[in-house]
């Protein structure tokens, strides 16, 4: 220790005590009576760690009991400004639109067609929880847990950027930036991490890890939509969402379609899907009809 | 015995074990340092590794390192016994097969005892603070980092250190 022997050397203190230096050079065998190795302290730790079933976090639920405490309150308080600040918020999104919303934490979430979504402005800070009905992509602010509850999964957010689908049976979850958590009961919780998602399918009942391409995976964003290998019935689902349109079909069988199709013309979208599957198209006003 | 994957952030663990290697000897030996317990030592250093992982989301790497002591300190501050302080340093030398000549054991009791009175009579500051130099062989910049202190008052600790032993060890038992 260079500054050590300065201290010793050029301080008139303590220059010449060989007394002090043959203490001090005694102390240099010395080591702290350690008892435990650093790998046991690890195994120890991690142990610990892993026996913190649900950490910070309480366990996840499918749909929130939080609203029947609010909602016997706002019986007994007949102020408006209180009844809408305890409510739930919700956000619907017709068909045919889409909509931005800035959550109470700042946070953001854009709704594609046909989605909702529902939060409780009151305590949000603390206890960042929505309830999604649709498809959102969610850019979430730091803070403390932000939970998202589909009637198909829960999720809970541990970065920033990610998009949930769940519609009917089929669910979806793509993690664009940071680090996800998704709960599947009577499953462990499964991490995915920046570019992976999970697709799950109520007739397989099996959770799939996909990687995924964050450039077309949020491209709904900007009304374009891509599609790889997925139904024919659920590519037309969307554009009826889109155009709010109502399609009918005949005999158009199950293939799966690849490619993409825009928001801003229907007959150019119609084209896209129809044309390369041999189908033929006929828009009439609000219904189409494809076979 | 790591944190499986699926369940913990891949990212996370290694940063936390990167951590854990770079500090947990540094702050177990300077609870050892403060209170002469190792057995408290290696209690707390596992607390504040715990907490360290509670709260990770909100925890930088590269800032972590005076945390970490101010995390130790607080968990210090609540199991606060007022016991004597005596220390129990292990000796790093290869001790030889053949019995020690009787005067090497000797003068090692004798290093010992003196060592113990010493140490007791320097104030917990500069104690920890001299036996960070001496025995962890930390810079004084670093022990200035992990402290949270400026290189001066290092040296300043150091130097009463230094005055309170030339003293001590002048008067021998």
């Known amino acids: 220790m260079g500054e050590f022997d300065d201290i010793l050397k050029n301080n008139p203190d303590f220059g010449d005590d060989r007394e002090l230096k043959k203490f001090l050079s005694d102390m240099e065998k010395l080591k702290v009576p350690a008892k435990k190795s650093k790998e046991d302290a690890w195994s120890e730790l991690t142990a610990g760690i892993e026996q913190r079933k649900t950490p910070e976090f309480p366990t996840i639920r499918l749909k929130p009991v939080f609203y029947a405490a609010a909602a016997s309150v706002l019986i007994l308080i007949s102020s408006w400004f209180i009844y809408n600040y305890l409510k739930n918020t919700t956000v619907s999104v017709p068909f045919g639109e889409t909509a931005n919303i800035i959550l109470p934490d700042q946070s953001k979430v854009t709704l594609n067609s046909g989605s909702s979504i529902e939060y409780r402005k009151w305590g949000f800070a603390n206890d960042r929880s929505v309830n999604l009905q649709g498809e959102a992509f969610f850019d979430v602010t730091k803070g403390s847990r932000f939970t998202v509850l589909t009637n198909n999964k829960s999720i809970e957010v541990l970065g920033t950027l990610f998009n949930v689908f769940s519609r009917g049976n089929m669910f979806r979850v793509q993690c664009i930036s940071g680090a996800i958590k998704v709960d599947i009961p009577g499953e462990k919780e499964i991490v995915l991490e920046k570019n992976k998602g999970l697709k799950f399918d109520a007739d397989t009942n099996e959770p799939e890890i996909v990687s995924v391409d964050t450039a077309t995976a949020v491209s709904w964003i900007n009304g374009e939509f891509y599609f790889e290998s997925v139904p024919v019935s659920d590519v037309l689902k969307e554009i009826e969402r889109q155009f709010d349109v109502t399609i009918q079909t005949k005999n158009i069988g199950d293939r799966v379609y690849t490619g993409y199709f825009r928001n801003d013309s229907l007959e150019s979208a119609l084209q896209n899907v129809c044309l390369p599957m041999s189908l033929h198209y006929e828009i009439n006003g609000k219904t189409v009809k494809i076979w | ?173």
């Open chain 2, 1 to 173: 015995m790591t944190l499986p994957e699926g369940i913990y952030r891949p990212d996370e663990v290694a940063s936390f074990k990167r951590i854990f290697d770079a500090y947990y000897d540094g702050i177990r030996n300077f609870i050892y340092f403060k209170t002469g317990d190792i057995d408290l030592a290696e209690d707390l250093v596992q607390d504040v590794f715990l907490k360290v992982w509670d709260m990770r989301a909100k925890i930088e790497e590269s800032t972590v390192k005076s945390l970490l002591f101010i995390m130790a300190n607080n968990l210090l501050k609540n199991h606060f016994k007022h016991k004597k302080v005596v220390f129990n340093f292990v000796n790093n030398t290869e001790k030889e097969e053949t019995g020690e000549p009787a005067d090497y054991v000797y003068e090692e009791q004798e290093f010992e005892k003196k060592l113990q009175v010493v140490l007791a009579e320097i104030p917990e500051k500069q104690r920890t603070v001299f036996l960070m130099n001496r025995i962890d062989n930390l810079s004084y910049k670093e022990i200035a980092e992990r402290l949270d202190l400026s290189v001066k008052a290092v040296e300043k600790r150091m130097h009463q250190a230094l005055l309170i032993i030339k003293e001590k060890i002048k008067y021998k038992i």
